[in-house]
C-alpha cells in the first residue's frame, strides 16, 4: 500500500463515491467522507459539504491533500461553483485532484468539460476519469432502473447504438488507483465495461437472467427530452437526450482497457452485474 494523507471524497454515499470511499477505506486509507448530510460512512470521517453552500467547504478541506470529485447532480454549468472550490482546495494544500466526468464530454466540452480543461493548470497530479454509461442506472434509483421494475420496460432515443457501459465498482477502483498510486496518471481516462451493448441487449440480457421479460422502447430525441424534463432542468434535460442521439450515430460504440491496465483484473461484465444484483428481484 503506498502511504497517502486525507482524501475528501465528494459525494461519498452515491454510486462511485460510496464505492471509492468503501475500497479506499478498506485499503487503510483515510477519507473524509463528504456529503449535503454528513451521513456516517464506515470507516470514514463524515464532513457536511455542498456544492452551492461555499460555508461548508472550508471545513471540508481541513487536513485533506487530495480530493474525488463528483460534479453537483444536474447541473449544466458546474464550473460555476466548482472552479472557485478547486482554487481554494490548492491554495490549502490539495495536491492530487480526480474529477469524475463522462466519456460523453470531451476536454472544454459541456458542462463539466470545462472543469476538465482547467483541472491540468490547477493540480500537478490529477486524472479526469470518463466512465462510459454505468451499469447502475439498470439496478439502482435511476428512472431506466425504475421503469424496468415498474413497467419491465427501458426507454431511451439511443435506436440501436452500442455503449460500452461500465460497473461503478470498477469506476471506483480505478478512482483508488488514481488517487493513490505513487505516480497521478496525468491523464483522461476513458472507461468501459469489457463488451460494448445496445439496449435491446440489454433488455435481453435482464431478461434471460431474471426470467422478467423486459423490453427497449425506442423514443424521438423529442419524447425523450420531455420525458426527462420531469425529472431535471429542461436544459439538462436536452443535453441527456442529446447525449442518447449521440448513441444513436456510434459515439459512444468503443471499449478500451483502462480499466484492466489500471487495477491489474478486467472489468465486470453486465451479465455478471445482474446476476449479482437484479436476480430475484424482479
Known amino acids: 500500500m503506498t502511504t497517502t494523507g486525507t482524501t475528501l471524497v465528494i459525494g461519498a454515499t452515491g454510486t462511485t463515491g460510496s464505492r471509492t470511499t468503501a475500497q479506499l477505506t478498506a485499503a487503510g486509507h483515510r477519507v473524509k467522507a463528504a456529503g449535503r448530510r454528513a451521513t456516517p460512512v464506515a470507516g470514514a ?35 460555476a461553483v466548482m472552479l472557485p472550490f478547486l482554487h481554494q482546495a490548492r491554495t490549502v494544500g490539495v495536491r492530487r485532484a480526480v474529477l469524475l466526468s463522462s466519456s460523453a464530454v470531451p476536454e472544454g466540452g459541456p458542462a463539466v468539460g470545462k472543469v476538465h480543461q482547467a ?8 486524472a479526469v476519469l470518463r466512465p462510459s454509461w454505468f451499469m447502475q442506472n439498470f439496478t439502482g434509483t435511476h428512472v431506466h432502473a425504475r421503469s424496468i421494475r415498474d413497467e419491465g420496460v427501458v426507454r431511451t432515443a439511443t435506436g440501436s447504438g452500442r455503449v460500452g457501459f461500465v460497473d461503478a465498482g470498477d469506476i471506483a477502483a480505478v478512482a ?34 431474471t426470467g422478467r ?11 425523450m427530452r420531455d420525458r426527462l424534463t420531469a425529472q431535471v432542468p429542461v436544459e439538462f434535460a436536452a443535453m441527456l437526450a442529446d447525449m442518447d ?19 491489474g483484473r478486467p472489468p465486470r461484465t453486465f451479465r455478471a452485474l445482474v446476476e449479482r444484483e437484479m436476480r430475484g428481484n424482479g
Do not use: M
Not at 485533506?64 to 447541473?75: A, E, F, I, K, T
Not at 483541472?119 to 490529477?126: D, E, H, I, R
Open 45 to 79: 470521517e463524515p464532513v457536511l459539504f455542498d456544492w452551492y453552500d461555499p460555508a461548508t467547504h472550508a471545513a471540508a478541506l481541513e487536513g485533506v491533500d487530495r480530493v474525488y470529485l463528483v460534479p453537483p447532480l444536474g447541473d449544466s454549468d458546474p464550473e
Open 119 to 126: 483541472l491540468p493548470g490547477l493540480f500537478a497530479q490529477w
Open 176 to 209: 483508488v488507483r488514481a488517487l493513490t498510486d505513487e505516480q497521478a496518471p496525468n491523464a483522461d481516462l476513458v472507461l468501459t465495461g469489457p463488451e460494448a451493448l445496445a439496449y435491446d441487449d440489454i433488455a435481453a440480457i435482464i431478461t434471460e437472467v
Open 213 to 223: 421479460a423486459v423490453v427497449h422502447r425506442r423514443l424521438s430525441w423529442e419524447q
Open 245 to 263: 442521439r449521440a448513441i444513436a450515430g456510434g459515439a459512444e460504440d468503443r471499449v478500451t482497457d483502462t480499466v484492466q491496465r489500471l487495477t
